[in-house]
């Protein structure tokens, strides 16, 4: 399935004018405006946040399921998951209380306990500093680079698409000597 363009998806917890506003489609005639809007997505990433607490109490099983299929018309449903918890991420750190930590063990064991298990969870993160010249380095010596990091050193530029096109050939020709014939 291609990709469908996120402005004209059918309605989420955002409206199309709201996806437009957000990919910088769409303008406003006054400041105020534009605050009312930012305040509505607020509101609804909010209420949409809080459904899914009751989602979690009565989704049943087999709407589970068939909502987190991986194939079919649910092909977006990766990017949206990490979406998802990059937001959740960021939200809880920048506000500092409660921990994502204490979030994700809570949740993890809410979502347990309606299997009739409890969960020990372990959590770690460790942060570094995006240093490109280490990850161009990196990646001149085939290792493997998570998409996110490529796309932002895109979009500062500090890479270039040669550089991109060399780097994708390096690891498809590393992977096709990898695989088994």
Do not use: C, W
């Not at 087999?62 to 194939?71: A, E, H, I, Y």
């Amino acid at each position: 399935m291609a990709s469908e363009d996120p402005i004209d998806r059918p309605r989420g917890g955002l409206s199309k004018a709201d996806r437009e506003y957000l990919l910088d489609d769409r303008t406003y005639d006054s400041e105020q405006a534009e605050r009312n809007t930012r305040a509505r997505i607020r509101k609804r990433l909010l209420h949409s946040l809080l459904d899914f607490n009751l989602a979690l109490e009565a989704l049943s099983e087999r709407d589970r399921r068939q909502l987190f299929s991986m194939d079919g018309p649910h092909s977006e449903l990766p990017a949206g998951l990490l979406g998802t918890i990059g937001l959740i991420y960021q939200g809880v750190t920048d506000s500092g209380e409660p921990t994502f930590e204490q979030i994700l063990v809570e949740g993890i064991n809410r979502a347990e306990a309606k299997r009739g298990y409890i969960a020990d969870v372990e959590f770690n993160v460790q942060r570094r500093p995006l240093e490109f010249d280490d990850i161009r380095t990196r990646m001149k010596d085939g290792e493997e680079i998570p998409g996110i990091v490529i796309t932002e050193m895109l979009q500062q530029g500090e890479i270039e698409m040669s550089e991109l096109e060399e780097y994708l050939e390096q690891v498809s020709d590393s992977e096709s000597e990898q695989s088994p014939e």
